[in-house]
């Protein structure tokens, strides 16, 4: 079955730095989704992407986020200076060729020091 | 908005004791709702969905869930507990299949011998 891919899946980081994620979505969907779960909480909607430009962002996705699709497999969320609060899980989602549940990937845990 | 509340942040069941995890939901519009299961250090896995097809809805696992529009409620169910379906468990919502989803805080099920 095809499935959502992430890396790294641990990346530990310096305050301030600049860290990027990646996701491979499955191959024939066309909207890709990041969401985050900070330790011991819920899991929250970050941004969502199509046709190359974000179509929703929510309150937390700031001007220190961005996202990209580099070429057409892959899916990007930049942090341009790291806080110790964007400690979290981040979870890149993917849906798309008549499928009606998004695809999580399995996550990318990140830890700024 | 929509929003979910799931009852009880820690439930514990005796092991082949019925399952019981509550979700209660606001949707301005019909919506898909999900339940989705988090083992310790893992990400995110469907365990079913309502789409608006039938209220019983039935998952992997032994898991089930009835969607009952009157009561805007989501509850998932499971006969009898195993040792193994200890874990976090969140329900979900969104508008549509491509809408961003909305978690709730979660509930974590223990199980005991």
């Known amino acids: 079955e095809p499935e959502v891919t992430q890396t790294p899946s641990h990346q530990v980081t310096q305050m301030g730095q600049e860290v990027i994620l990646r996701c491979v979505p499955i191959?024939?969907?066309?909207?890709f989704y990041w969401y985050r779960q900070i330790l011991g909480q819920k899991v929250e909607f970050l941004v969502s992407?199509?046709?190359?430009?974000?179509?929703?962002k929510s309150e937390i996705f700031d001007d220190q986020f961005s996202v990209e699709r580099p070429d057409g497999s892959n899916f990007t969320l930049k942090i341009r200076s790291t806080k110790l609060e964007d400690s979290a899980m981040y979870f890149c989602?993917?849906?798309?060729?008549?499928?009606?549940?998004?695809?999580f990937g399995p996550g990318t845990r990140l830890l700024v020091l | 908005a929509q929003s979910v509340t799931q009852l009880g942040s820690h439930v514990s069941v005796s092991e082949g004791a019925l399952v019981l995890l509550r979700c209660n939901y606001s949707?301005?519009?019909?919506?898909?709702l999900f339940w989705y299961v988090q083992y310790p250090n893992q990400g995110l896995q469907l365990l079913l969905k309502?789409?608006?097809?039938?209220?019983l809805v039935k998952g992997i696992n032994g898991f089930e869930a009835e969607f009952k529009k009157s009561e805007t409620s989501f509850h998932l169910t499971k006969p009898s507990a195993h040792m193994s379906d200890a874990a976090e468990y969140f329900c979900?919502?969104?508008?549509?299949?491509?809408?961003?989803?909305?978690f709730g805080p979660g509930t974590s099920l223990s199980v005991i011998p």
């Open positions: 989602a993917s849906i798309g060729g008549g499928q009606e549940t998004q695809y």
């Open positions: 191959s024939n969907h066309l909207y």
């Open positions: 992407f199509y046709n190359n430009e974000i179509s929703e």
């Open positions: 949707s301005s519009v019909p919506p898909y």
């Open positions: 309502y789409t608006s097809a039938a209220t």
């Open positions: 979900a919502v969104g508008r549509t299949s491509y809408d961003k989803v909305i």
